[in-house]
Every structure is written in structure tokens, then in C-alpha cells.
């Protein structure tokens, strides 16, 4: 199956060779409009799923930004949505054997961490898998990597160090932190996000381990960037929606885009 699903990408793009993919969140796909050469569509794509949450469009994008080759994904599939977890970290297996090397994962998380405020960027040092699923379990395929991986640096720590600077010489604040996940798609009570901020997160999500275990298994080199939409429940007594996230999101979408397509520059 992957092999069908990477020799159909490799017809459509011919002779682009995506290096850097980006997994685009919720109300973060914009950069998939500004920077458009090829788009294929999820739904035309062999083992793929069709993404259905709103603020997601569902399409591989191919372009090129400061000169490197990236592909988006402008949406991703989530747990939540009932897909099996094998399904949530496809994508990112067909992007190893597309040849990525370094994959940026961004998602819409909520603020664990008091200091945080809605639209604020948090740079994603480590993670806490709380999702109840890892994607590695069942036969291991050796040659995308080894059976007990090593999840000590799953954020490369230059990449961290990285955006940093680059949020510094761009004039973007960004914060630092730990994202913990679970399946959702239900919103954390008060008391799940003081466990959370117990066990030592930042900010909370429903997405991104998955994804993020798989490249570092696989050998991809991963960045990861979380836009803090919301104070987490109880951490601000306002009640939460995907409206506001998705608010949140767009104020934050043009930092996010030039924090995004300048560290690009320097990758
Ligand atoms: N919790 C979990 N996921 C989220 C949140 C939240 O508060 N905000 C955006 N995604």
C-alpha cells in the first residue's frame, strides 16, 4: 500500500523533490495558499483518509519556499475522528519515502502553562503521550526503523534552538514548552488540566505525538510549534470553543507564517 501511495504522489509532482515537510493546524493552513505550486487532494490519494473537521482543507500541497523544496499538508487526521491511529501517522510514513528529512509539526493547543496567552507560539521542547495509542505497536518495519526507538530528543534540539533565534532576529515572542496529548475531541475538564500541569505540560492537544513518534522513529529530524489558542479549562474561567480557537489561530496565522518561511531560510 505505501508503495502505491508514494508512486502516485511521485506521478503528480514528477521531478520536485520535497526535503521539508509541514503539517499545517487547525486555522494554520494559510501558508498552503500563499506558497502553492502543486496540490493534490486527499481524497484522490490511495490510502489516505478525508480529513473532516472544519479549518481543514485536506490536500497535499508542493511548493517552493527560500529556495527549498516543502510539501504541506494542509490538514491532518486525527484520533478523534475515529480514524485508527495506523491511519493518523500514514501521511508522515509516505513522507519519509518521499524523502523528507525534517518534518514541522504545528498544531492549535491550549495554554496549561498560566504565563501563556491566546495566540501566543510555543515552540514544543518534548511531549507526554497520554492518547492511550502508540503508533509504533504491531510488526515493526525495519527499514523505516528500529523496534524500541529512542524518544529522548524527539524535538531536535538544534531545531528548538533555531526557532529561538529566529523568533529573536524577527522580533516574534515565542514561548517554550512541553505539549501533552490526548484523543479528545472533548475539551479537558479543570481537573484533567491541573493533572496536566502536574505532570509537568505547557499545553494540552488532541494531535502531533502520533505524528511526531513516527518521524522520529523513521529518522526524520522533527520542529514542532504549538499556537496557543485558549487558556485551558480552569486555567480561565472563559468556557471553550473551536470558534474561538479557530479565532485565536487566524490572529496569531502571519506570525506563525513568518516564523514558519524564515526558519525555512535557514534549514
Ligand atoms: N485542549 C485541547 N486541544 C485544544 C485546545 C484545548 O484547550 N485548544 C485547542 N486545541
Redo the contacts with the bound molecule.
Keep these: 500500500m505505501l508503495e502505491n501511495t508514494v508512486n502516485f504522489i511521485k506521478e503528480k509532482i514528477a521531478d520536485f523533490n520535497p526535503e521539508i515537510a509541514i503539517i499545517l493546524g487547525?486555522g494554520l493552513g494559510e501558508l498552503a495558499d500563499t506558497y502553492c505550486d502543486i496540490t493534490i487532494n486527499y481524497n484522490e490519494i490511495p490510502g489516505f483518509e478525508v480529513s473532516t473537521v472544519s479549518g481543514h482543507k485536506g490536500r497535499l500541497v508542493f511548493a517552493k519556499i527560500n529556495g527549498k523544496n516543502v510539501v504541506m499538508m494542509q490538514g491532518r487526521f486525527h484520533f478523534y475522528e475515529g480514524h485508527s491511529i495506523q491511519k493518523v501517522v500514514y501521511p508522515v510514513k509516505v513522507l519519509k519515502k518521499l524523502g523528507v528529512k525534517t518534518l514541522i509539526i504545528t498544531?492549535?493547543?491550549?495554554?496549561?502553562n498560566p504565563s501563556f496567552n491566546p495566540s501566543d507560539l510555543m515552540v514544543i521542547t518534548d511531549h507526554i503521550n497520554l492518547m492511550g495509542q502508540n503508533p509504533l505497536i504491531g510488526l515493526n518495519d525495519d527499514s523505516m526503523g528500529v523496534r524500541f526507538p529512542d524518544m529522548s530528543e524527539v524535538y531536535e534540539p538544534d531545531y528548538i534552538e533555531l526557532l529561538k533565534k529566529t523568533g529573536r532576529e524577527i522580533g516574534i515572542d515565542l514561548q517554550e514548552g512541553i505539549y501533552l496529548a490526548?484523543t479528545?475531541p472533548s475539551?479537558?475538564t479543570p481537573a484533567e488540566?491541573r493533572m496536566a500541569r502536574t505532570l509537568g505540560a505547557d499545553?494540552?492537544?488532541?494531535?502531533t505525538v502520533p505524528e511526531a513518534m513516527v518521524a522520529c522513529w523513521a529518522g526524520m529530524k522533527v520542529m514542532g510549534i504549538s499556537?496557543?489558542?485558549?487558556?485551558?479549562?480552569g486555567v480561565s474561567t472563559v468556557g471553550?470553543s473551536?470558534e474561538?480557537?479557530i479565532k485565536?489561530?487566524n490572529k496569531a496565522k502571519d506570525k506563525f507564517k513568518n516564523l514558519v518561511v524564515e526558519v525555512i531560510k535557514k534549514l
Design positions: 487547525s498544531n492549535a493547543a491550549g495554554g496549561v490526548l479528545g475539551y479537558e488540566v499545553a494540552v492537544g488532541m494531535s499556537c496557543i489558542c485558549n487558556s485551558a479549562a471553550l473551536h474561538e480557537v485565536a489561530a
